[in-house]
């Protein structure tokens, strides 16, 4: 059975529990068992990042080399998170310098960081690790004719010379699940645009304008819910949806990768935290069919 | 076929795709044709020019035994020597084949009237029916070629193209007005390319070409005289220091005149600085291990270039051209001198690195952080020279930014003219010139190193801006078509030359002071003398034969029955040719 | 724009050349397909990549490194995957906040989200309320995130000499 | 011009007084006759049913506006009748050993399952073919018969039969009068000996479909110039109607995208192709020839009019015309799913305004490549290729038009890219460098 170390992040155990409580409900359903991963730090990216790209490599670096220490790759579920551990391995592989340097300061916990370990955001697991047949072998409760349309999240899948997940400007993985699964995935315009949420501390006024648009697009092709892979992003994209001038039924439900899998496998609202979402996906939910599977 | 068989007339209407049928009628104007006398057979086809067009023509001419073939299509330019030689497989004789322009003529400029271009075009067609009643056979001529070839000017693409042509078998002689040979290539002293100077770079080439056996050089010289006809020219070379006159006959010409770097008095305080110099006059200073200012010798730390200086200006006569060569060579010469110098701004209009390897250049520049800035090209920068200082104002349009920049010394990306002396040139070769003041080629697409005179070809910037390579590769072009009219021996001529009936000759003069080409004497040999046409020399412009009073010069394949069976054709529709 | 006048100069993109991140800002051709990409610029006047490039090239370091712009990407790297020239205006803008940084310039949002994570070893301490330790354990989640508070201070005095708060 | 071409001597014999000339295009023709007019023979081997290469396809050429057709089809009638020119169409340059001066070449000549000695060019049999697929000379938006002429002037002027599509019902066999057509007919290989060779692969258009964010593929209404080419000429699949592929609407507001697959350091074409800015300009132009009302605009990183007369050309697209250029390259095209109109997003630099423009036809102008089959042949003569597959010159500046093989020489764009006048020119060029190597032996 393959196992990794699930990387939270931040952001996700405190906002948005119900992704994480998903992931490893769904994955051990698909035969991936995931380890509590702690000890661990912030992993820097955006704010650190900025501010000190060397310090950012020294947290990603000891966040690698702890997984090292365990024999374990790591698995991230928030965009950002899996961005940047992923970019703090590639500038430790090729920068020795900077490994030497990342290293010392590593050395009295007794961590080393060698380059043999992984960094795997949820969709290369679900595509590489489980695969599409086994995807949809798996499905016990169909989903029909609801239409979804899939958000990637830019760190997930950019730059893709580092990340390496899938085509930056016309990615799959989400949307050959949804349709594992029984959905519809459509297109829509932009739909690699970034959803705003990065800009959201910076200013709140451009990141909802941002995030407006993409639930203008997706509402114009009639999709019935978005489907996220990133913590940011699905609560930005919920977030914006709430507010007074905003008409309840006409939200667009945002609901996580896991979440919609979970529900197909006949895993309980509860323990996928359906009720938590700030959007209810009802709708969506409606269109399961009891007892058809692939 | 004897001259008195009656015409049989063959009409031809093409519709070249959408060109022609697009806007005229052509079925109308098949149909009416074949209503007018002498007309046996009229058809319309796609293309006419395409090899089932010209079958059609060989076989219609034997089932229809036509002696006259009438085709409406394009101008003759385009595609005269097609039909003739189509008729002349069909066994006519090719002046038995009259083309009508539909094409440039009519449908082209009257796009927009298709009633009124189908009426003109029916105008015409009927026209040239009536004249082709009265077309005769004439024979063909033909005439010896030299086998040797005059170059005119030894810079890069008179050296190579002097070199080719010898190096194939044939006599060459070179002429170059100043003392060295090499051109502006080999004034290069640095900035060049492979990093090598223009004189290393030549080198080879101009060994060569000094001991082939086959070139004769003619250094401090210049083609005073140039007369004739394809293969058989006179050149006169003098000397110009003593003098002395040479003839020659040759064969065939290339011109390699090459450009002029525009010297930009009035652009950009050109002049009012020793510090403000050309591209060219950057190129040619001394090489040292540091650049110095020319005003006090001091070394150069700060430098700009500004791009397309007498180049690219609308309705400008000879500058509205792009010089082409500019954007790499300046590309380069920053890449070369960055390293010394502690700031480089590029002012461009707009940056064209088209060439191969020329973006790697472009990239090399901008990666030594020379710094490009772009200007908008209805606002060019403002340069002063206060006390000896440059100063240059200008709007970076990139950054939306006014800039200050007050550099050791500017550089000015010049155009490449016409040399001064090009229209004298022009004149004594009988070549036409293009608006940027370079020549014509006889075909802008697919004959850009012929020209409209037979024998006369020409190559490298003599024919366009364009860059040391790419003059190169024309020497070796235009040394082919010289190389093809030698390797043949002989060429045929038009026939359509002016005759004098000497019964009917006063020999008033007229006509010979009425010849542009010189082509009309006097044959003393009968008594009394009357005027007499050298063939050779005569381009059977027919001025001649319209001066004439006594009418007595006959413009053959334009005699006047010919002449007036159109006019009758157009004036009286309905009547019957005799 | 008011039409002050600037005397370019390339130090300023060496600076930023030398910063991680920036080194390939000589390769901007100014081609504006970053802008034509950027979903800030979008919906924001003021945000130009490509403008914002130029002006580093013609060397404007004040201006630059005072203004805001360089925080305003999201560093989505629509730009990156798109320039023509391999080029990355977002990993340049971070060369940029760096330089920034070490100057003093850092937006408060920038600064406390830093300190928080230098302080806490991660940066949703004090939002991790009893309410979500409920919410974590209805969902059968562990309510100890076991966050580590220790590196951060090595990483501290490595590289923020005592912290930024300016 | 006066004169005409006089009765052409006889081959001279040399040791080897023969030429092989790689590739049929505008550059490969001049190259064959040039070398032919000298008296030497000449095999001008092509892949494709017709000489003629791409400059066939083209409907009209900048800068003069000149029918692409029109003065191409003198140059191929030359070709096919030059006594000293041998043309072997639909074949393919397999192997290639020896020397200069004694070349041995494998030729594969593939059936054509028409007999080119007898077939006319009647096209009776094209009539009858009840076969319909797309057409390749069309770039795949017209269609031909199973047995077809790519285009009216194809030279030769025979019959061509893809047994892909043949269904073999002799409908063709029956109506031919002269017996031309053999459905059974089988590839041959000829060996030739040569003593130059011409390399004139010329180049194949970059794929499109590379940037997902145009739409190329995805969207009907996006189309590639060559594909516009076709549309726009008289000869093409519309009859030379400017019209949309996804409802036949005439295109009133047209936008053209420059640099695609060209400068684009990682697509893996770093440099400039030197022909998309002034055919892109020709096509605009063309666009208002055929509609003056028509909106037209032109998205480009910088205009390189650069050829004699191509900046006069461009000035008059702006002045006269009425092109709109617009300075920035695009970031993305999209479909707006009511009307099939596309929304492209660019940075207007000059006037600092993000701009979202919408089209109802967007032409992408793709940039050049060089030929797979140049790869191949490379091998075979061992000349060293550049990073991006075109062939290297021995010496740019002295010998511009000589591989690194003696007796083996390159024109047109096999070098690089180039526009038809600078391709005549390396023609001719070779032409003067391939004959003086056939009288000394390679030994200049």
Redesign the interface.
């Known amino acids: 059975m393959r196992e990794y170390l699930l990387y939270l992040g931040c952001t996700t155990p405190v906002r948005l529990p119900s992704y994480e409580a998903a992931t490893k409900a769904v994955l051990s359903k698909l035969g991936i068992r995931l380890l509590d991963f702690k000890d661990v730090t912030c992993c820097g990216a955006q704010y650190i990042e900025s501010i000190s790209p060397r310090a950012h490599i020294g947290l990603g670096g000891r966040i690698l080399a702890l997984a090292e220490s365990q024999g374990k790759d790591v698995l991230a579920i928030c965009g950002a998170c899996s961005g940047s551990l992923k970019h703090s391995k590639h500038i430790l592989d090729k920068d020795k310098g900077m490994r030497r340097e990342v290293n010392s300061m590593l050395r009295e916990e007794g961590l080393k960081y060698t380059g043999n370990v992984q960094v795997k955001h949820l969709l290369q697991v679900l595509r590489d690790d489980i695969g599409y047949e086994h995807i949809r072998k798996a499905v016990t409760r169909r989903y029909s004719g609801v239409r979804l349309a899939a958000h990637y999240g830019c760190h997930v899948t950019r730059p893709y010379d580092i990340v390496k997940v899938d085509d930056p400007e016309n990615p799959r993985v989400i949307d050959e699940i949804i349709e594992c699964i029984g959905a519809t995935a459509v297109d829509y315009p932009d739909k690699t645009r970034c959803c705003g949420g990065p800009l959201l501390a910076m200013d709140e006024e451009l990141a909802a304008l941002i995030g407006a648009d993409k639930i203008k697009n997706v509402r114009g092709v009639g999709a019935e819910g978005i489907v996220t892979a990133c913590v940011f992003c699905d609560i930005h994209l919920s977030q914006i949806q709430i507010g007074d001038d905003e008409v309840p039924e006409s939200r667009v439900p945002i609901i996580t990768l896991p979440q919609l899998m979970g529900l197909a496998y006949g895993i309980d609202k509860e323990s996928l935290g359906i009720n938590l979402n700030r959007i209810s996906p009802e709708g969506i939910l409606g269109t399961l069919q009891e007892g058809v599977g692939q | 076929m004897s001259q008195e068989e009656a015409p049989r007339i063959g009409v031809f209407v093409c519709h ?4 022609i049928a ?1 806007v005229v009628d052509v079925e109308k104007v098949a149909k009416l044709a074949s209503s007018l006398p002498h007309v046996v057979y009229t058809t319309h086809e ?2 006419m ?4 067009g ?2 059609l023509i060989r076989s219609m001419v034997a089932e229809h035994a036509l002696n006259r073939v009438v085709i409406a299509s ?1 101008s003759p330019r ?2 005269e ?2 039909f ?2 189509a008729v002349e497989e069909a066994g006519l004789n090719r002046y038995l084949f009259e083309q009508v322009n539909l094409r440039e003529h009519v449908s082209w400029c009257h796009m927009r009237e298709p009633e009124a271009a189908t009426e003109k075009a029916i105008d015409l067609v009927r026209m040239s029916v009536a004249r082709a009643a009265h077309l005769e056979s004439l024979p063909i001529e ?1 005439v010896k070629v030299t086998p040797m070839a005059l170059v005119v000017g030894a810079g ?1 693409t008179g050296l ?1 193209a002097a070199l ?1 042509i010898a ?3 044939f006599e060459v002689l070179l002429v170059e007005k100043s003392p060295q040979l090499g051109g502006h290539v080999a004034k290069w002293t640095h900035l060049f ?2 990093g090598e100077s223009g004189a290393e ?1 030549l080198a ?2 101009i060994r060569r070409v000094k001991s082939h056996t086959r070139i004769q050089i003619m250094r401090n010289s210049e083609v005073v005289e140039f007369e004739g ?2 293969g058989n020219f006179k050149a006169t070379v003098q000397d110009r220091k003593d003098g002395v006159q040479r003839e020659f006959d040759v064969g065939t010409a290339i011109i390699a005149t090459g450009f002029e770097s525009f010297k930009p008095f009035g652009y950009y305080s050109y002049g009012e600085s020793p510090d403000i110099v050309t591209l060219a006059e950057l190129q040619e200073m001394p090489p040292r291990p540091e650049l110095l200012r020319p005003s006090n010798s001091q070394p150069v730390n700060t430098m700009a270039f500004i791009g397309c200086v007498g ?2 200006e ?1 309705s400008k006569k000879g500058h ?3 010089s ?1 060569h500019c954007c790499f060579a300046t590309a380069k010469a920053a890449s070369d001198l960055k390293d010394g110098l502690e ?1 480089i ?1 590029m002012l461009y209009k ?10 790697d250049i472009h ?1 090399l520049a ?9 200007f ?1 090209a209805d606002e060019i920068p403002i340069v002063e020279v206060v006390d000896d200082k440059i100063r240059i ?1 200008w ?12 550099p050791d010394m500017l550089v000015l990306a010049s155009a490449m003219v016409a040399p001064s002396d090009t229209e004298t040139v022009a004149k004594m070769f009988g070549l036409t010139r ?3 003041g ?1 020549f014509s ?10 020209t ?4 006369i070809m020409i190559a490298g910037t003599s ?3 364009k860059n ?3 003059s ?10 010289a ?2 009219l030698m ?8 026939s359509t030359l002016s005759e004098v009936n000497p019964e009917l000759c006063s020999l008033c003069h007229t006509c010979i002071t009425s010849c542009p080409y010189g082509a009309i004497g006097i044959d003393e040999s009968r008594d009394p003398p009357v005027a007499c046409v050298t063939k050779a020399k005569c ?2 412009c027919g001025t001649c034969a319209a001066a004439c009073a006594s009418g007595a010069i006959i413009m053959k394949h334009s005699t006047d029955n010919q002449i007036g069976a159109m006019l009758e054709a157009y004036l009286c529709p309905v009547q019957e040719t005799m | 724009m008011g039409m002050s006048t600037h005397a370019p100069t390339s130090d300023f993109a060496k600076e930023i050349a030398r910063a991680p991140g920036g080194e390939a800002i000589y390769k901007c051709v100014q081609c504006g397909i970053c802008t034509a990409s950027c979903v800030v610029a979008s919906v924001s006047e003021k945000y130009r990549p490509r403008e914002l490039i130029q002006r580093i090239l013609i060397g404007m370091r004040e201006e630059v490194l005072t203004s805001v712009l360089p925080w305003l990407c999201v560093t989505c790297r629509m730009c990156t995957e798109r320039c023509q020239e391999d080029v990355s205006p977002a990993d340049i803008f971070h060369a940029v906040r760096y330089v920034a940084a070490r100057e003093g310039h850092i937006p408060s949002v920038f600064s406390h989200a830093v300190d928080l994570v230098l302080q806490d070893g991660w940066m949703l301490e004090s939002g991790y309320s009893d309410f979500i330790e409920d919410e974590r354990d209805d969902l059968g989640l562990h309510t100890d995130l076991g966050w580590n508070n220790q590196f951060v201070r090595r990483i501290k005095e490595k590289y923020f000499e005592g912290g930024l708060t300016q | 011009m006066i004169a005409k071409p006089g009765g052409r001597k006889g081959s001279i014999s040399t040791s080897s007084d023969t030429a092989l000339v790689i590739g049929g295009g505008v550059a490969g023709m001049q190259a064959a006759l040039d070398i032919a007019d000298q008296g030497f023979k000449v095999y001008l081997v092509e892949t494709t049913p017709s000489i003629g290469g791409k400059m066939a396809m083209l409907d009209k050429t900048f800068p003069t506006l000149d029918c692409s057709a029109c003065i191409l089809t003198p140059r191929l009638s030359e070709v096919s009748h030059h006594p000293n020119i041998t043309i072997l169409s639909y074949s393919n340059v397999e192997k290639i050993t020896g020397r200069v001066g004694n070349f041995r070449v494998r030729v594969l000549r593939r059936a054509r399952c028409v007999h080119e000695e007898r077939c006319s060019g009647c096209g009776n049999c094209i009539d009858v073919c009840p076969v319909e697929v797309p057409n390749e000379f069309d770039q795949m938006i017209g269609f031909r018969k199973a047995i077809y002429m790519p285009f009216p002037q194809a030279t030769p002027n025979v019959c061509t039969v893809d047994m892909g599509s043949c269904i073999q019902c002799d409908r063709c066999i029956r109506v031919c009068e002269r017996d031309a057509i053999d459905l059974n007919m089988k590839d041959k290989i000829l060996r030739l000996s040569v003593g130059v060779i011409v390399v004139a692969t010329g180049y194949r258009l970059f794929d499109v479909s590379a940037y997902p964010r145009l739409g190329y593929g995805k969207y009907m209404n996006v189309i590639h110039a060559l594909e516009y080419e076709r549309l726009i000429n008289a000869a093409g699949p519309t009859q030379g109607h400017l019209i949309r592929l996804s409802d036949a609407k005439v295109p009133q507001n047209i936008g053209f995208i420059q640099c695609v697959g060209a400068r684009d350091v990682s697509k893996g074409v770093p440099y400039c192709s030197r022909v998309c800015c002034m055919y892109g300009i020709k096509n605009a132009v063309m666009a208002k020839e055929h509609n003056p009302n028509t909106e037209v605009t032109i998205y480009y990183a910088d205009i390189r009019a650069f050829g004699k007369g191509y900046e006069e050309f461009y000035h008059m697209a702006e002045t006269r015309f009425g092109v709109n250029f617009v300075r920035g390259r695009v970031g993305r095209v999209l479909e707006n799913p009511e009307n099939c109109n596309l929304i492209v997003s660019v940075e207007d630099i000059a006037h600092h305004e993000l701009l979202e423009v919408e089209h109802d036809l967007v032409v992408l102008s793709p940039g050049l490549q060089p030929p797979r089959s140049l790869e191949h042949i490379a091998h075979q003569l061992h000349f060293e290729v550049d990073d991006e597959g075109y062939v290297e010159v021995q010496n740019t500046f002295l010998n511009p038009v000589d591989t690194t093989i003696p007796g083996v020489f390159v024109c047109g764009c096999a070098e690089g890219p180039k526009d038809i006048p600078d391709s005549v020119s390396t023609g001719s060029a070779v032409a003067m460098r391939a004959a003086i190597a056939l009288l000394h032996g390679g030994a200049k």
Do not use: W
């Open positions: 070249c795709g959408h060109n697009g796609m293309f020019c395409a090899d089932a010209q079958q394009c385009m595609h020597p097609t003739r030689k033909t890069i190579r080719d190096d194939r078998g390319p492979t770079l080879p080439l006809f394809i180049s690219r609308p509205e051209h792009c082409r700031e701004v707009s940056l064209r690195t088209y060439g191969k390897h020329h973006e990239r901008r990666e030594k952080h020379v710094i490009y800035s772009r908008p104002e709007t970076d349009i990139l950054a939306n930014k006014r800039l200050i920049f007050q293009s608006s940027d370079f080629p006889e075909h802008i697409k697919l004959a850009p190193l012929t409209h005179v037979a024998g024919q366009a801006a040391a390579v790419e190169s590769i024309d020497a070796s072009g235009a040394a082919a078509k190389a093809v390797a043949r021996g002989e060429v045929e001529i038009e381009h059977g």
